[in-house]
């Protein structure tokens, strides 16, 4: 079945630096990518999406890149803030096709230090 | 906009209880969720309902049942709780199964005794 690798588990960044988290995945057919941002004691929350019918998507100081050859995709986090601070999670739905529920990557805590 | 409202926001229960987690969401979504959280292992799905009157097993529903109830409300019951259930449960939704956004609640931390 579907497999979703995400690196680092951790990541420390200083204050206005860029922050990059990497996935891969395995299921050829997937065809939507959803980054999640969750905050202590919150549940997650969407804060980026891509689907394959695209290789790169931005909003503001967030950016998602897809190379769907290589199977991977990253999350690009410019210009970095104390409430950046969070855990990251990437997603890739199952089965593009039938299904589409999510796999979750393992997550990344993201420490920007003022 | 409440989005998607879980109770209770925490839980304690003994081994062999019983308990049913409640979720219900206003955005009009057909399709709900219900997850488990534990530490290092990211979010997997227990089971899910793509549409009012359907439910699924997903990665992990062992030793758990679901009913929804109606389009708003996607309960998860634990029969015989477990200390392996001890866990951070989060419901989400979704306009539809397929490739779109999940919207999430903010949790049910239960622990097993």
């Known amino acids: 079945g579907e497999n979703v690798e995400q690196h680092p588990s951790t990541l420390s960044v200083q204050e206005g630096d860029s922050a990059v988290i990497k996935c891969t995945y395995s299921?050829?057919?997937?065809?939507?990518f959803p980054w999640y941002k969750q905050e202590l004691g919150k549940g997650p929350q969407l804060i980026i999406d891509i689907r394959s019918n695209v290789g790169e998507k931005k909003d503001q100081r967030i950016a998602v890149t897809l190379n769907k050859t290589a199977k991977h995709f990253s999350l690009h986090i410019t210009e970095t803030q104390p409430e950046d601070s969070a855990v990251y999670f990437c997603a890739a739905n199952l089965d593009g096709g039938s299904q589409g529920n999510l796999i979750f990557g393992k997550g990344t805590k993201l420490s920007v230090k003022p | 906009n409440a989005g998607v409202t879980q109770t209770p926001k925490f839980q304690v229960l003994k081994t062999g209880q019983s308990m049913t987690l409640q979720c219900a969401q206003d955005?009009?979504?057909?399709?709900m969720y219900w997850y488990r959280q534990d530490p290092g292992m990211g979010l997997r799905l227990i089971y899910y309902s793509a549409s009012e009157g359907t439910t699924d097993k997903g990665e992990v529903p062992n030793g758990y049942n679901v009913s929804r109830l109606n389009k708003r409300e996607f309960s998860l019951r634990l029969e015989s709780a477990a200390p392996s259930q001890t866990s951070v449960y989060f419901c989400?939704?979704?306009?539809?199964?397929?490739?779109?956004?999940?919207?999430f609640g903010d949790g049910t931390r239960l622990s097993i005794l």
């Open positions: 955005m009009n979504h057909n399709s």
């Open positions: 299921d050829s057919a997937s065809n939507y």
């Open positions: 989400a939704s979704s306009e539809a199964q397929r490739n779109q956004p999940q919207h």
